[in-house]
């Protein structure tokens, strides 16, 4: 179990033992509260007093967030060495680096909350495929849409916009495929039912089209617009 260590409202000693002791050990490290923030290296910014999180990696990386946007306002990359400390009745947290020279320091009025955790964390980040690689695999093995499928081209011109893959089923009727590689909605089944409707009109008239949509899955809205526009759901994962 991951070891955690953690204090509500702590004095600046009490802080900066937490912090000093556990980024030494390599543990990951975290403070909240209101502070300042200075950084000089590459360019100079300084941040008022206001309050936010400031995280503390075992690699060196440091980062500053506010109440908004995924991005941190500050951060140090890998490798920075970190030190905290007391100074004039406040914490004080620098991570610094040499090549090239650059500081961040951040000093806390008043701290919310420090936490110490111990990481373990050696899996890799599993990363779904793309359209590109969905439609390689579709064109490898055509029997994932279904037996008898067989693809004449990709990226096919229409007056509604190039078709994934074009081909034709075991009966000779025209099979339009749309990709996607994630779970979707009624607008992927709109842009398929307008691609079978433009070559419908190209085509002659007796031509049977089929519009054929792979994904991982749907949503129920997006399978019952499928349903009503006489369109077909084939659930394949990308690779």
Same mark, same amino acid.
């Given at each position: 179990?991951?070891?955690?260590e953690t204090?509500?409202? !702590?004095?600046?000693?009490?802080?900066?033992?937490?912090? $000093?002791?556990?980024?030494?050990? =390599?543990?990951?490290?975290?403070?909240?509260?209101?502070?300042?923030?200075?950084? @000089?290296?590459?360019?100079?910014?300084?941040?008022?007093?206001?309050?936010?999180?400031?995280?503390?990696?075992?690699?060196?990386?440091?980062?500053?967030?506010?109440?908004? +946007?995924?991005?941190?306002?500050?951060?140090?990359?890998?490798?920075?060495?970190?030190?905290?400390?007391?100074?004039?009745? $406040?914490?004080?947290?620098?991570?610094?680096? $040499?090549?090239?020279?650059?500081? #961040? *320091?951040?000093?806390?009025?008043?701290?919310?909350?420090?936490?110490?955790?111990d990481v373990?964390? %050696?899996?890799?980040?599993?990363?779904?495929?793309?359209?590109?690689?969905?439609?390689?695999?579709?064109?490898?093995?055509?029997?994932?849409? *279904?037996? +008898?499928?067989? !693809?004449?081209?990709?990226?096919?011109?229409?007056?509604?916009?190039?078709?994934?893959?074009?081909? @034709?089923?075991?009966? =000779?009727?025209?099979?339009?495929? *749309? #990709?996607?590689?994630?779970?979707?909605?009624?607008?992927?089944? =709109?842009?398929? =039912?307008?691609?079978?409707?433009?070559?419908?009109?190209?085509?002659?008239?007796? $031509?049977e089209v089929?519009?054929?949509?792979?994904?991982? %899955?749907?949503?129920?809205?997006?399978?019952?617009?499928?349903?009503?526009?006489?369109?077909?759901?084939?659930?394949? *994962?990308?690779?």
């Amino acid at each position: 179990m991951t070891a955690v260590e953690t204090l509500t409202y !702590p004095d600046p000693a009490a802080a900066a033992d937490l912090a $000093s002791r556990n980024a030494e050990r =390599g543990a990951l490290v975290t403070l909240f509260g209101t502070c300042t923030v200075e950084y @000089e290296g590459r360019a100079v910014s300084s941040l008022g007093p206001g309050d936010r999180h400031v995280m503390l990696k075992p690699d060196g990386a440091a980062l500053v967030h506010t109440d908004e +946007g995924q991005q941190p306002v500050n951060w140090q990359p890998p490798g920075c060495e970190h030190s905290v400390v007391v100074d004039d009745d $406040s914490l004080v947290v620098r991570s610094t680096r $040499s090549t090239p020279e650059e500081s #961040l *320091e951040v000093v806390f009025e008043t701290v919310a909350h420090a936490a110490a955790f111990d990481v373990s964390d %050696s899996a890799d980040l599993a990363l779904t495929g793309t359209e590109a690689d969905l439609k390689e695999r579709i064109l490898e093995t055509p029997a994932l849409v *279904e037996e +008898g499928f067989t !693809p004449l081209a990709t990226e096919r011109e229409t007056a509604a916009g190039a078709v994934d893959v074009y081909g @034709e089923d075991s009966e =000779g009727r025209t099979v339009v495929v *749309e #990709l996607k590689r994630r779970r979707v909605g009624p607008d992927a089944v =709109g842009q398929l =039912g307008r691609y079978v409707e433009a070559l419908e009109r190209d085509l002659h008239a007796d $031509s049977e089209v089929r519009g054929v949509l792979v994904a991982p %899955s749907v949503t129920d809205r997006a399978r019952q617009l499928l349903a009503r526009k006489g369109l077909e759901f084939v659930a394949v *994962e990308p690779p």
